[in-house]
């Protein structure tokens, strides 16, 4: 299963991006979804998950701003960020697991990954 981000750029502080990710010839409806990201010099860190059955989490810094979710029309996964910060600068990756949960954890397990999609945020 090949994952492929998309929608990254440059935008001002207080912008908006809407990031995808698609898995060409698959359906992510049935997995478990998770957005992560990794700024320069800094570690990875889970940003949001949506399990197989709609449960969502997200880190405290993003609450409020961002939002995940599954575009069942074109079958992948979104994230909607809004009122960006220069903190959110980063390289952002999608992850998949397969499995069938209620909940899920934001830095949990995953079983493919896409290549990553940079977000960079600066006047």
């Known amino acids: 299963l090949q994952l492929v981000e998309s929608g990254g750029g440059l935008v001002q502080p207080g912008g908006s991006l809407r990031l995808s990710c698609k898995a060409p010839?698959?359906?992510?409806?049935?997995?478990?979804l998770r957005w992560f990201r990794q700024a320069p010099g800094k570690e990875r860190e889970g940003v949001a998950c949506?399990?197989?059955?709609?449960?969502?989490n997200y880190i405290d810094s993003v609450k409020g701003r961002f939002t995940i979710g599954r575009d069942y029309a074109n079958h992948s996964l979104i994230l909607e960020m809004n009122n960006l910060r220069p903190e959110d600068t980063a390289t952002y990756y999608c992850?998949?697991?397969?499995?069938?949960?209620?909940?899920?954890?934001?830095?949990?397990?995953?079983?493919?990954w896409g290549q990553g999609t940079q977000v960079t945020v600066s006047s």
């Open positions: 992850a998949v697991k397969s499995e069938m949960v209620n909940l899920c954890t934001i830095s949990g397990a995953n079983d493919w």
């Open positions: 010839g698959y359906s992510l409806d049935y997995y478990t």
């Open positions: 949506l399990s197989s059955r709609g449960g969502k």
